[in-house]
Nanobody
């Protein structure tokens, strides 16, 4: 299984970025997908998750109203649209697949992408 995350970068506060995660080697259309982030010295934290059909989404409180998770099962890709970025959003962002427990726990996922860095300046 490979998860290839991309789309990170340096952005000023208030800007937008769209992250992508292309999956291969798993039955993507059956897999719950999620985005986590990890800032230096901190634990990896849940950001957003999406059911296999895309019909149900979940967000951490800080992402609600600003971030949107979506997926394209025809392209085996999950996205994270991030708007109104804040300096506290600065972190490495990871996509995760193959949920085996509670969706907000990093230990519940079997597969991880390599991470893409998002840096937001004030």
């Amino acid at each position: 299984v490979q998860l290839q995350a991309s789309g990170g970068g340096l952005m000023q506060a208030g800007g937008s970025l769209r992250l992508s995660c292309a999956a291969s080697g798993l039955t993507f259309s059956s897999s719950f997908m999620a985005w986590f982030r990890q800032a230096p010295g901190e634990v990896r934290q849940f950001v957003a998750g999406i059911s296999s059909t895309g019909g149900t989404t979940y967000y951490t409180d800080s992402a609600k109203g600003r971030f949107t998770i979506s997926r394209d099962n025809a392209k085996n890709t999950v996205y994270l649209q991030m708007n109104n970025l804040k300096p506290e959003d600065t972190a490495a962002y990871y996509c995760a697949a193959d949920l085996r427990g509670g969706y907000s726990y990093s230990t519940s996922y079997n597969y991880w992408g390599q991470g893409t860095q998002v840096t937001v300046s004030s």
